[in-house]
T-cell receptor
């Protein structure tokens, strides 16, 4: 079945460090891919979205590129801030179903 | 103003009881969803509704029943509650039921604890 893999459960950085979170996906369709961010006590909120029509998404300094060859959708940011501390989910929107398929999430902690 | 309202925010129930989780969205969306987030697990899709009709059900148990009284409401009734049902339940909505090309917007969640 369709799946999303995030291997990094936790990432701890200092302010102004470079962020890179791995994500790979598996599906037989051509998915829309999302990164959602979840802050404590809140629901997930969209960070960025990439479809098959455009290979890259950029939002709030975060960037993700859709690589169909390696089936990867890594998230990166050049310089993180303490306010970026949250859980980041790589999410697969399969065009063949109604559901979003969430990865296991990466807890990002940015130290001041 | 919050665009997706979930009530209550916290809920404690005893095993075997029944509870209803409320969800209302004021985004003008036509599709609504329920997801569950158990401890140490990723969010799991439960149901999707489009124009008040059930489109997809990935919940194995019939103890979970969505109820849509209005286009912008999708409540979740849970009967015969079990401790394993303890989780945070998120409601979401999207503009159109377009097989996941649409962004889904999530509510703040209802945290359910079953004792």
């Amino acid at each position: 079945g369709d799946s999303v893999t995030q291997m990094q459960g936790q990432v701890t950085l200092s302010e102004d460090d470079f962020l890179f979170i791995n994500c790979t996906y598996s599906t037989t369709w051509y998915p829309t891919l999302f990164w959602y961010v979840q802050y404590p006590g809140e629901g997930p909120q969209l960070l960025l979205k990439v479809t098959t029509a455009n290979n890259k998404g950029i939002s709030r300094g975060f960037e993700a590129t859709y690589d169909k060859g390696t089936t990867s959708f890594h998230l990166q940011k050049a310089s993180v801030q303490e306010s970026d501390s949250a859980v980041y989910y790589c999410v697969l929107g399969d065009s063949g179903s109604w559901q979003l398929i969430f990865g296991s999430g990466t807890q990002l902690t940015v130290m001041p | 103003d919050p665009k997706i309202i979930q009530k209550p925010k916290y809920l404690v129930a005893v095993t075997g009881s029944e509870k209803i989780l409320i969800c209302e969205q004021y985004l003008g969306h036509n599709a609504m969803y329920w997801y569950r987030q158990s401890a140490k697990k990723p969010l799991e899709f439960m149901f999707s509704y489009s124009y008040q009709k059930l489109m997809d059900n990935q919940t194995a148990s019939s103890r979970f029943q969505p109820q849509s009284s209005k286009k912008n409401h999708l409540d979740l009734q849970i009967t015969a509650l079990k401790p394993d049902d303890s989780a945070t339940y998120f409601c979401a909505s999207s503009q159109a039921p377009s097989y996941n090309q649409d962004t889904q917007y999530f509510g703040p969640g209802t945290r359910l604890l079953v004792l």
